[in-house]
């Protein structure tokens, strides 16, 4: 799966713009948040992010949002208009990776059961392809 993921995120992930809260930095992928609260969380994703080899070579860019009943985990596509038509492969490895994070993501406080949802976006975080 790590392989298959490395591939996919080569494809997805690029850099974007600098004015979106707060933030985790290590090496070449910043993880974006608005809730202070959700700093341990960023953290998590980020260690994940190095632990499953999903680190690219090139800077990424993820971002954390809280919606009603879940957090989206913004993921950046470096080409925005192949994602509509994004392979069947590619879409599984992402519904996977989405899955993994929540079996090993742990979360806290009153948001704890809460899951992830991935969404791919442009370069200002602007929705483009829910993966559900």
């Not at 809280?66 to 994602?83: C, F, G, H, M, W």
């Not at 090993?104 to 704890?112: D, F």
Request: glycine share 4%; proline share 3%.
């Amino acid at each position: 799966m790590k392989k298959g993921l490395f591939v996919a995120f080569t494809i997805l992930l690029t850099s974007c713009s600098s004015d979106n809260g707060h933030q985790i930095v290590g090496d070449q992928l910043t993880v974006y948040f608005d809730n202070v609260e959700d700093e341990t969380l960023a953290e998590k994703i980020a260690f994940y992010w190095k632990d499953n080899d999903l680190l690219t070579g090139e800077k990424q860019d993820l971002k954390i949002i809280r919606a009603d009943d879940e957090y989206v985990l913004k993921i950046i596509a470096s080409n925005p208009k192949q994602t509509a038509n994004m392979p069947f492969e590619e879409l599984k490895l992402l519904l996977e990776l989405e899955s993994d994070l929540n079996l090993n993501i742990q979360k806290v406080g009153k948001r704890a059961n809460y899951p992830i949802e991935i969404v791919i976006c442009d370069n200002q975080f602007e929705p483009i392809y829910n993966i559900d």
